[in-house]
Nanobody, 126 residues
Framework: QVQVVESGGGEVQSGGSLRLSCVTSGFTFDDYAMGWFRQAPGKEREKVSCITWSGIITEYLDSAKGRFTISRENDKNVVYLQMDMLKPEDTATYYC???????????????????WGQGVLVTVSA
């Protein structure tokens, strides 16, 4: 049974930091690129960051570059998102999900990612 559980969300003031964690089980984590996504009320879900199965290649939404850092520990089946210099516009529910490297990996569209967690709310106050 696949399980994907995000944690680490909360409320912070503008300029603050949060570290999101995504603990997974039930699938071959090493085969999957892992992404962090977010959805704000009334907006479409967008990909914030993605990391290849090896951890060598990462990508970021333009607005997240220089502020967010994605990482993973394959021996623990966990992916992280360190978020620094948070802004009110980062307020959203954050999700992690995966895509097999042999099926597009990070290049896949948002809708093609699978094994979504329940999400964690991040609120950044001005």
């Amino acid at each position: 049974q696949v399980q994907v559980v995000e944690s680490g969300g909360g409320e912070v003031q503008s300029g603050g930091s949060l570290r999101l964690s995504c603990v997974t089980s039930g699938f071959t984590f090493d085969d999957y690129a892992m992404g962090w996504f977010r959805q704000a009320p009334g907006k479409e879900r967008e990909k914030v960051s993605c990391i290849t199965w090896s951890g060598i290649i990462t990508e970021y939404l333009d607005s997240a570059k220089g502020r967010f850092t994605i990482s993973r520990e394959n021996d623990k089946n966990v992916v992280y998102l360190q978020m620094d210099m948070l802004k009110p516009e980062d307020t959203a529910t954050y999700y992690c999900a995966g895509r097999p490297y042999y099926d597009g990996g990070c290049a896949a569209s948002v809708d093609d990612f699978e094994y979504w967690g329940q999400g964690v709310l991040v609120t950044v106050s001005a």
